[in-house]
DNA sequence: GATCCATTTTGAACCGGTCCAAATCTAGAG
DNA sequence: CTCTAGATTTGGACCGGTTCAAAATGGATC
C-alpha cells in the first residue's frame, strides 16, 4: 500500500540477491538458501515455486558470500606453476577434465613471477599476494603443477598434491610424477637395441628435477654395463646446443645423447647440424617431455613421453582420496613413461605419434 | 575473571581475525579496519600499536571477507582463453609486469573448456562456473587474452579490455591487437624485395582473426599490382602441409608462402621438405605471431612479431585509462608488428634473434 | 573553567550467504 | 477431538571485514 512502491525495485543494477527471491516468493531467506544446497528438505510445493521465482529473476548465489559462510570455496585449485610451457597446460587440461567428470571442478591459477636472479629457474618464484588470495578462499583442495621454489608450507590446512614437481622429501604432501628411472631404462635400452654404446647425458643443472634424470641416466648405464658421460647443462635450447658441440669435438665422440628435456634436445639437433653430423646415422637424439613440438616433421625427435593426462588424471584422484580420508597417509605416484620414437633414433620409422 | 579464559583462545587453528588485533590491542575493530586501509586518519599511538599487535598474530586482512563487504576485489583479473598458446602467456607476463609497476596486480585465471565439436577452434568456449566466480569477485577490471567463442556480455559491469582478440565490432570494450595490415604490408614488401612476385597466402579458415588477416594479405598484394593467390586453411601444422603440398604441386607453383601463423608455416616447411623444395632457395615461407619454437635453428621461421610484450604493456594501460575515466569511450588499439627476418626466406641472415 | 571545533574512536548496520535451534505445520494414533 | 512425532519453515546469530553517523577526546581560545 502506500506509495505502491514495485515489486523490482531492488533489483536496479546489480544480481539479485537471496533475499529478493525470499520475498518475491513469499518464503524465509533461509527456506531459498535450503532449496538449493539440500532440495529435499524442502516441501515439493515450495521448492518448485522457489528455484521458479530464483529462475525468472535471474538469481545465481553468490559466491563470495557463499564461501565466506562456509569457510571453503566449491571448488579445487589448480596453480599452474609456468605458463610457458605447454605440458603444464596438458596437465591442468586433464586434471579439470577428471575433476568435471566427478562433478567438481577447478579452478586455474597462476602466480609466477618472472625470476632475474636466477636465469635456470626463470619461473617457480610465487606472487604472495595471489597465494594469500588463494589461502582466504580456501579451496576444497590444491594441486600444484610444476616445480615451485619456494614452498614451505604455503598452503597450511588446505589439501595438497603435487603435479609433475621435483620429488620433495620433507612434507607429508601427495604428489604424481613421472618415473625417471623407467624413462631412462626405456631410452637406453632403445639405444642400445639399436647398436648404441657410446650414449652422454645433457642435463643436470638445474634443480632436483635435473639431478633425478641424471641419476637415472647413470643407473641405467651402468646395470648395463656401460661407461656414463655426462655434461652438466641446463633446460634450454643454448644448453644442449653448447653441451653437444663440445661433445661432438671429442676424440671419439658418442653416437646417441641423451637430454634432460625436449628443448634442450632440440639444440642438441641443431648442434649436430651445424657440425655436419646426420642425424640419426651418426648422431642419435632423444629427449624427455614430448613437448607438442617434438612431432613436428622438421624436428621429429624421439621422446620419453611422461603422460601428462595420465598425470592429470590420477592427480585429481589423488585429491578425492584425500577428501575421501584426510586422514590418508601422503602417497607418491610414479607413473610409467613411454617412449615416442621418432626420426632422430630411427629414420623414418613414425610410431605413435598420436595418443 | 571467571575460569581465566587465555588471551588465546581463539588462536586456535585458524588465521586471526579482525577482532582478535582489536582485543589484543584493546581497540575497537573498526579502527583496526581503519589503521589498515587509511593509517593517516589514526592517531600515531594507536597506529603502531595495531599494527605491531597485528604483526606478532600473524593477521592478515581476509581477502574474501573484504571483498564481500566493498563489492570489489582489490586486483585485475587476467582471463587467458588458451594455456597452450605461448603467445597468450608473453602477453599475460607482460600485463603482470605493468600491472606490478604501477601497484596494482593481476590474478590470472584460464576458464577455457576443450570444444570437441569444433576442431579448428579448439578452445575458446568457457566455463560458466569459473565466469560466475570471476563476476562475484568483481575484479577491478578484467583482461581476455585471446578470442573468446561466446562473449555476449559476460562481464557486464566490469571494465573490460580485450588483448589480442579478434577484432569485434559489437560492444564498447576496448581492445588491443597486431595491426594485420601493417603486417602484410611488412611481409608483402620483404618478399618483393627479395624479388618473388608469385606469393601465396594460407590460412582465412576459423574465424574472424584469419579473415582479417586473408584481407590483409589480399590488400597489400593487390596495392602492389600482384595477384592474390589463396589456399583456404586453418591453423595446425596439418592444415599448412596440406594446402603446401598442394600449391607446390600447381603448374607454375608460387615462390613464396605466406602463412596465417607460425604453426601453420611449420607445417608448410615440412611439405616443401617433403617435396624436395628447396627451402629459402625455391620457396620463402612467412608466418605470424614469432612463436618461440620459429627461433629454433631447426626451424628458423621469418615471422611478423605481434610485440606481445608491447600488447600486454597497452592493455594495462588501457585498464588504468578505463579506471580514471570510466566514461571515456572504448579505444581500439592496434599495434605496429615488426618482421624478424630468418633462415626460411633469406639463407644465413639471422637478425634481431633475441628482443 | 567553559566553549568550540577538529581530530580520533566507537557502535551498529551491512555485504549475501549458511546454519541451527526453536516455532509451526502436518498427519496418524489413541 | 487431543496428543505426539516427524517434517517443514523461520528467525537470528554468524562468517570477517567496511562504513558512517554519532560519541569521545583533546587542544586552543576566550
Not at 629457474?121 to 603443477?145: C, H, N, T
Not at 588424471?313 to 590418508?328: K, M, N, R, T, Y
Amino acid at each position: 500500500m502506500g506509495s505502491a512502491v514495485g515489486d523490482e525495485s531492488k533489483t536496479s543494477g546489480s544480481r539479485p540477491t537471496i533475499r529478493d527471491v525470499a520475498a518475491a516468493a513469499g518464503v524465509s531467506k533461509s527456506l531459498v538458501s535450503l532449496a538449493f544446497k539440500d532440495p529435499q528438505r524442502v516441501g515439493e510445493k515450495r521448492r518448485e515455486l522457489i528455484l521458479k521465482t530464483a529462475q525468472t529473476l535471474g538469481y545465481q548465489p553468490n559466491f563470495l558470500a557463499r564461501s565466506l559462510a562456509t569457510e571453503g570455496s566449491p571448488f579445487v585449485g589448480i596453480l599452474v606453476v609456468n605458463l610457458h610451457n605447454p605440458i603444464f597446460a596438458e596437465i591442468a587440461d586433464a586434471v579439470r577434465v577428471e575433476l568435471d567428470a566427478r562433478g567438481e571442478y577447478g579452478l586455474i591459477t597462476s602466480a609466477t613471477v618472472a625470476n632475474d636472479q636466477d636465469p635456470e629457474q626463470p619461473y617457480g618464484r610465487i606472487d604472495s599476494r595471489v597465494i594469500a588470495m588463494l589461502q582466504d578462499l580456501r579451496p576444497k583442495a590444491l594441486i600444484v603443477v610444476g616445480t615451485v621454489i619456494e614452498h614451505e608450507g604455503l598452503f597450511e590446512g588446505i589439501p595438497t598434491v603435487y603435479a609433475s614437481a621435483e620429488p620433495r622429501s620433507d612434507s607429508g604432501y601427495s604428489s604424481v610424477r613421472m618415473d625417471d628411472t623407467q624413462g631412462a631404462d626405456l631410452v637406453i635400452d632403445h639405444l642400445r637395441e639399436l647398436g648404441h654404446e657410446r650414449i652422454a647425458f645433457v642435463g643436470g643443472l638445474g634443480g632436483a628435477v635435473a639431478k633425478t634424470r641424471e641419476v637415472a641416466y647413470r643407473k641405467a648405464m651402468e646395470s648395463r654395463g656401460l661407461t656414463p658421460i655426462v655434461r652438466e647443462a641446463g633446460f634450454f635450447e643454448g644448453d644442449g646446443y653448447a653441451a653437444a658441440t663440445e661433445l661432438l669435438a671429442m676424440a671419439s665422440p658418442p653416437t646417441a645423447i641423451v637430454s634432460i628435456n625436449d628443448v634442450s634436445a632440440i639444440g642438441i639437433l641443431s648442434a649436430a647440424d651445424d657440425a655436419g653430423v646426420a642425424v640419426p646415422d651418426e648422431l642419435a637424439v632423444v629427449g624427455v617431455d614430448n613437448i607438442p613440438l617434438s612431432a613436428l616433421k622438421r624436428i621429429s625427435l624421439t621422446s620419453v613421453d611422461p603422460q601428462n593426462k595420465l598425470i592429470g588424471q590420477l592427480s585429481a584422484q589423488a585429491v578425492f582420496d584425500i577428501l575421501a580420508d584426510p586422514d590418508e597417509p601422503a602417497k607418491e605416484h610414479l607413473i610409467t613413461p613411454k617412449l615416442v620414437i621418432r626420426d632422430s633414433t630411427v629414420r623414418g620409422d613414425i610410431v605413435a605419434d598420436k595418443s
